[in-house]
């Protein structure tokens, strides 16, 4: 069983930034593609970025282009997204999520199951 490991979060007033990080208790195939979606209250869960960790190919939704940033380390143990220019709308749970290869398609990852998930954490932008 794969544990996602997130840290990050908080609160932050709209134009600020957080950086959020996640990283599996073990690396396997199904762990390959690695993100971040998000859930607000009373929406439901949308994706935010990918990457897929073998060639670090990343995908984004919309919302978040030009602000966010999804990275890993050298060694491809912890994922990173990077927040910047928060708005109120970012305002939701993050939930850290993991998949195999077949998870990070440049047209439909967010519409993928991936296979693990962290616990989530808390994401407050207040203007």
């Known amino acids: 069983q794969v544990e996602l490991v997130e840290s990050g979060g908080g609160s932050v007033q709209a134009g600020g930034s957080l950086r959020l990080s996640c990283a599996p208790s073990?690396?396997?195939?199904?762990?390959?593609?690695m993100g971040w979606f998000r859930q607000a209250p009373g929406k439901s869960r949308e994706g935010v970025a990918v990457?897929?960790?073998?060639?670090?190919?990343?995908y984004y939704a919309d919302a978040v282009k030009g602000r966010f940033t999804i990275s890993q380390d050298n060694a491809k143990t912890t994922v990173y997204l990077q927040m910047n220019s928060l708005k109120p709308e970012d305002t939701a749970i993050y939930y850290c999520?993991?998949?195999?290869?077949?998870?990070?398609?440049?047209?439909?990852?967010?519409?993928?199951?991936?296979?693990?998930w962290g616990q989530g954490t808390q994401v407050t932008v207040s203007l």
């Open positions: 990457v897929y960790t073998n060639n670090g190919n990343t």
């Open positions: 999520a993991a998949g195999t290869p077949y998870e990070c398609d440049s047209r439909s990852w967010s519409r993928k199951i991936f296979g693990y």
């Open positions: 073990t690396r396997t195939d199904g762990t390959r593609c």
